[in-house]
C-alpha cells in the first residue's frame, strides 16, 4: 500500500497537507446530521468540537467512581495495559477498558457517540483504542504536542485520516490543571516527523513520547496558520472530540485539581489497519485493535 503520509524517513521535518476528507458524509445531508450544521462547520474548520453538558451529573458520577474503583482494583497489579508514569509507580493510564470492563464497554457502545462518529466518518465504525488517563493534582505529568495520527500510521498501519478520538472529561477542566490544548487547522497538515522507529518504542512512548513528536518550527507555522491554540475547558461530562490528526498536548499539572478523562477512539471499517508503515513489528491489540473488533453499526 502506498505511504500517502510518510514519516520517520528523513533528517529534516516537512509539512505536508492533508489528503483526505475531514467529514466523510456528503455535506449535502447536514440535516440527517445528530448535530448541528454549525457544529459541523466548527469541526471541518478546527478539527475538533467540545460539546459541553454532553452526560448527565448522574452519569459523570458513575463513570468516576467506574474509573477509580477500576484504577484502586489494579494499582499494584503488573500489566502491560497499566501505564505508570516515567518518574513514579502513579498510574497514567489504562489501556483497552473497553474490552476489558463491561461498564465502559456499555459507555464506548453509547448511541449518541457512535451517531456522531458514524456520520463524521461517513461508515460504520470500531474502537481502535481505549483508555482511561489519570492527571492527579500536584503530580499528574504532561503528554507532549504530536498527532495521533502519525503514531497510529507509523506504528500502527493506519492508512488515512479517517479515524476520530473522543475525551470524555471526567473532572472539572480549567485553563490551568493541565487541560488538553488543540491547534486549530492543524489537521489540514501532516508533520513529517524525523527519527527512526525501534521495536516496541511503545513501551516507552506511553511514558514519555519522544518519537512522532514535531519540531519547534513546525509547531510554530502551525500555531500561526491557525490563528494560536484553544484550549476547551468546562464541567466534567463535556466531550471534545477531535480529528486524529489534529495536534494535541497537555501541560503537567502543578495545581490542586486534577484532571481525568475517558479517551476513546473510533476508526471506520473503511480504514483496517494494515502492516505499520515503519515496517516494524505491530503494536500490542490493547494499544491498537486489530483482530476484535465488535462493529457499532447504523443498526445498533
Known sequence: ??????????????????????????????????????????????????????????EVIDMQKAIFELQDSIKDVASDKVIRE???????????????????????????ILDIVRHLLGSDVYVHQSRINYKPGFKGKEFDWHSDFETWHVEDGMPRMRAISVSIALSDNYSFNGPLMLIPGSHNYF????????????????????????????????????????VPTGKAGSVTLFESNTMHGSTSNITPYPRNNLFMVYNSVKNRLVEPFSGGEKRPEYIAVREKQPVYSAVN
Open 191 to 230: 508533520v513529517s516527523c524525523v527519527g527512526e522507529t525501534p521495536d516496541n518504542n511503545y513501551k516507552e512512548s506511553l511514558k514519555k513520547q519522544k518519537l512522532g513528536v514535531p519540531d519547534e518550527e513546525s509547531l510554530r507555522e502551525l500555531t500561526r496558520i491557525g490563528g494560536g491554540i484553544s
Open 86 to 112: 516515567p518518574e513514579s509507580n502513579d498510574i497514567r493510564s489504562i489501556f483497552h477498558v473497553h474490552q476489558d470492563d463491561n461498564y465502559f464497554q456499555d459507555v464506548a457502545n453509547d448511541k449518541r
Open 1 to 58: 500500500m502506498e505511504d500517502l503520509y510518510p514519516s520517520r524517513q528523513n533528517n529534516q521535518p516537512k509539512i505536508l497537507k492533508r489528503k483526505d476528507p475531514v467529514i466523510y458524509t456528503d455535506r449535502s445531508k447536514d440535516n440527517q446530521a445528530p448535530i448541528t450544521k454549525e457544529q459541523l462547520d466548527s469541526y471541518e474548520k478546527n478539527g475538533f468540537l467540545q460539546i459541553k453538558n454532553f452526560f448527565s451529573e448522574d
